[in-house]
């Protein structure tokens, strides 16, 4: 779940490079909903090979996203 992917993060240290597959996908809801500034990999098709892909790069969580983490906490 996204939300639960922005508590993961909260502390993290950023920019935070990310490779893994369901994690992009959850960092692409949040920038969607406005709640975290990312650059995002191009979409990807179950053809494509994990191993050399570009990496989802987290460069903030926004005020709004802090705030959903102060109300969700």
Request: no cysteine; charged share 25%.
């Amino acid at each position: 779940m996204p939300l639960d992917y922005l508590r993961k993060i909260e502390h993290a240290g950023l920019p935070l490079l990310v490779n893994d597959r369901s994690e992009i996908n959850s960092i692409a809801v949040l920038v969607a909903a406005g709640m975290v500034e990312a650059v995002l990999p191009p979409a990807l098709t179950d053809d494509d090979a994990a191993e050399g892909r570009l990496p989802a790069v987290v460069k903030l969580i926004t005020p709004r996203g802090r705030a959903e983490l102060l109300l969700h906490g």
